[in-house]
């Protein structure tokens, strides 16, 4: 389970906004690695799963890139927490923090450096998406290269489907989820795992299984 962002909990409200990215590189200012996980930073057992908080006013985002160690490092899935993400809420800022246990079970946390990039405002959001309309930079070298503009009237709409999944000590049903298309995203060259690409990993997926029923039945019933 997450460490608590800020110890003023009862400031933080779900709030609104625009649709955004995480990564490519993990937000942890030490790590350099690619952002596989998208890691909400006010937990799930607060507020629900919310892309976007709202702290005593301001609105901000709640979602983090961290490869998958960072991630154990701050969910404290593997060998318990040994590290934070701690909110400055009078800089407003993300702090990346390693963390210390008393014998009484009392957290410590160590400030180290911002997180990298800092979680973006709903205008830096859709700034952020605009630009992302007129080019794309390669995530390796740097290299910007211009999109195509589609023709006017054939942008395709967008919808959001939404699922409902467990959330307790026994099963985070969004981490099974995250970790399943990541895995299936791999196999599937147009689709990805951020939200915008989930839907091209998901129907392939659920196609193969129906065109191939007989062997899913087979598979739900722990047989063959």
Not at 93 to 106: A, D, I, M
Request: hydrophobic fraction near 30%; aromatic fraction near 6%.
């Amino acid at each position: 389970m997450t460490l608590p962002a800020l110890d003023e909990g009862y400031l933080v409200r779900p709030a609104k906004g625009p649709k955004y990215k995480v990564g490519p590189k993990c937000a942890n200012p030490h790590c350099g690695g690619w952002a596989e996980h998208a890691h909400h930073i006010i937990r799930r057992s607060q507020i629900g799963a919310h892309d976007w908080i709202d702290i005593d006013g301001w609105v901000v985002g709640n979602l983090t890139g961290l490869c998958p160690w960072c991630h154990d490092d701050v969910t404290g899935r593997l060998g318990g927490h040994r590290a934070a993400i701690r909110i400055d809420l009078e800089r407003r800022e993300f702090w990346w923090c390693l963390t210390t246990s008393s014998p009484n079970g009392e957290v410590s946390y160590h400030g180290t450096k911002l997180l990298d990039p800092q979680p973006p405002t709903p205008q830096q959001a859709e700034q952020s998406r605009d630009q992302a309309e007129e080019s794309e930079a390669c995530p390796s070298c740097g290299h910007v290269r211009r999109r195509r503009s589609a023709p006017a009237g054939e942008r395709r709409r967008r919808s959001s489907w939404m699922v409902r999944v467990p959330d307790d000590e026994a099963e985070h049903g969004a981490e099974v989820l995250d970790s399943l298309v990541e895995s299936l995203a791999e196999l599937c060259p147009s689709g990805d795992a951020t939200p915008a690409g989930r839907y091209y990993v998901l129907v392939p997926a659920l196609v193969h299984a129906t065109l191939d029923v007989e062997n899913f039945k087979r598979s739900m019933k722990g047989e063959g």
